[in-house]
């Protein structure tokens, strides 16, 4: 593989608290213009490696490389600024605000202006033109001007991938985006970030292995901190080593 077919890089990345190691050694790569999957039982690391990723935790050792250059020490604004952006579930939207309001926050935020509620009304009106055609693009152009408190839970996750585009993002990290979901808002956002996938690349840890296999070019199923296996949902389901991860048992099934 070409490095430069690489968006995400990560070498010997560790990070360990107080002794207990929670990431070990893992040499994640993420290619270009795929959805890339981060799975593993409980306790795996995923979490602590997507805060490795998006800067909310310095690694004990290794190194963190986006689009061939190095971000391992660098702040989350620089590498926000840079493109890599993440979802955050349900905290990044203000609830008493509208849809369209939350929206235009995030693309005054890839403008790199603050919220300025005195621009031109000619501004204002390109904004939330851009807005409404994101909330269009994810199913919510009916409910621009709601409540986003009085959206359902799944078009609350809608909305927030919506803030998410505003940012323009060119590596989008979702943390569990169907989780909580009942299954036609998890049918929903699948469709949702098949659509958005186009022309951006996304790595999700997710725990829904149907999704997981409809969606995701390249899993990583991450066991203990370490990497376990890598490679299409085909060969990876077919494992015995992440069988017996998931299951306990070699003939246990990654079937959720």
Same mark, same amino acid.
């Given at each position: 593989?070409?490095? +430069? ?12 608290? +107080? ?21 593993? %039982? $409980? ?7 997507? +805060? ?6 310095? %690694? ?15 702040? *989350?604004?620089?590498? &926000?600024?840079?493109? /890599?952006?993440?979802?955050? #579930?349900?905290?990044? /939207? ?7 309001? $939350?929206?235009?926050?995030?693309? #005054?935020?890839?403008?790199? /202006? ?7 009304? &000619? ?8 807005? @409404?055609? @994101?909330?269009?693009? !994810? ?6 001007? !709601? ?13 927030? =991938?919506?803030?998410? @585009?505003?940012?323009? *993002? ?6 569990? *985006? ?12 699948? &469709?949702? =970030?098949?659509?958005?996938? &186009? ?8 725990? $829904? ?9 390249? =899993? ?15 060969? !990876?389901?077919? $494992? *015995?080593? !992440? ?14």
């Amino acid at each position: 593989m070409a490095h +430069n077919d690489l968006i995400l890089e990560t070498s010997r990345l560790t990070k360990s608290f +107080n002794g207990f190691t929670a990431v070990s050694d893992v040499n994640l790569r993420v290619r270009r213009g795929t959805i890339h999957a981060l799975i593993g %039982p $409980n306790g795996a690391g995923k979490t602590t490696c997507f +805060n490795l990723l998006t800067k909310f935790l310095t %690694p004990t050792s290794g190194q963190i490389f986006f689009d061939g250059r190095e971000i391992t020490r660098a702040a *989350p604004a620089s590498i &926000a600024r840079r493109g /890599v952006i993440r979802s955050f #579930q349900i905290s990044a /939207v203000f609830p008493h605000l509208s849809p369209v309001e $939350n929206v235009c926050i995030g693309l #005054q935020r890839s403008l790199g /202006v603050s919220f300025r509620f005195w621009m031109s009304s &000619a501004v204002l009106g390109q904004l939330r033109e851009r807005a @409404l055609s @994101l909330l269009d693009e !994810v199913g919510l152009a009916e409910f621009a001007d !709601v409540k986003t408190a009085e959206l359902s839970y799944g078009h609350k996750r809608a909305l927030e =991938i919506a803030a998410t @585009l505003a940012m323009d *993002p060119v590596l989008m990290l979702l943390d569990e *985006p169907t989780q909580g979901m009942g299954h036609e808002d998890v049918d929903r956002v699948t &469709a949702l =970030i098949k659509k958005v996938s &186009a022309g951006r690349t996304i790595l999700m840890v997710e725990h $829904n292995m149907k999704i997981i296999s409809s969606i995701s070019d390249t =899993i990583t199923v991450l066991q203990r901190g370490e990497i376990l296996a890598e490679g299409a949902y085909a060969d !990876v389901s077919a $494992n *015995p080593r !992440v069988r017996e991860a998931y299951m306990g048992t070699e003939s246990g099934s990654l079937e959720q």
